[in-house]
């Protein structure tokens, strides 16, 4: 039923709520005691809880997880679990920023003149095997050496 009422206060604007009441089979009294009714207890908890996510999400700029803003609500004191901060995380439709992971760099800036260039960037050769040049690539699991003849 709830779903039915709340369909009908967003859409109040542009059609009347009498018809639209008829429309999806219950009363305006219904309507109107559910629209006046205040909220409940959990409800009230929840927006709370809403309001301290939001906070405690802001404060790490973006980047604590569910399970870290978890933490940080049994560290205050608010009892709840971990799926319930992980609800209200999509509600509010917050997403944690992770860091990249550290990447080794495989030159310094401004060391480029100490790597000698022996085959002056011509890459053609007159017989196979006369020139090797090789090219180290950083991937996410180790490093790989590829190595190819001209």
């Known amino acids: 039923m709830s779903a039915k009422y709340g369909f ?71 009892g709840c679990c971990l799926e319930l901060v992980r609800a209200l995380m999509r509600e509010l439709d917050l997403h944690p920023c992770q860091r990249r992971p550290w990447r080794p760099t495989t030159t310094l800036p401004g060391d480029t003149a100490s790597v000698p260039d022996l085959v002056r960037r011509d890459f053609t050769a007159d017989a196979p095997g006369t020139k090797l040049v090789g090219d180290i690539t950083y991937s996410a699991q180790s490093a790989v050496m590829r190595s190819s003849a001209v």
Do not use: N
């Open 8 to 78: 009908i206060d967003a859409q109040k604007a542009h059609y009347p709520i009498l018809k639209m009441c008829q429309w999806a089979q219950v009363s305006r009294s219904g309507y109107y005691e559910w629209r006046d009714r205040p909220a409940s207890a959990t409800a009230r908890w929840r927006e709370q809880l809403k309001r301290l996510v939001a906070a405690i999400f802001k404060l790490s700029d973006g980047t604590y997880g569910y399970r870290r803003i978890h933490a940080q609500l049994v560290r205050q004191g608010e």
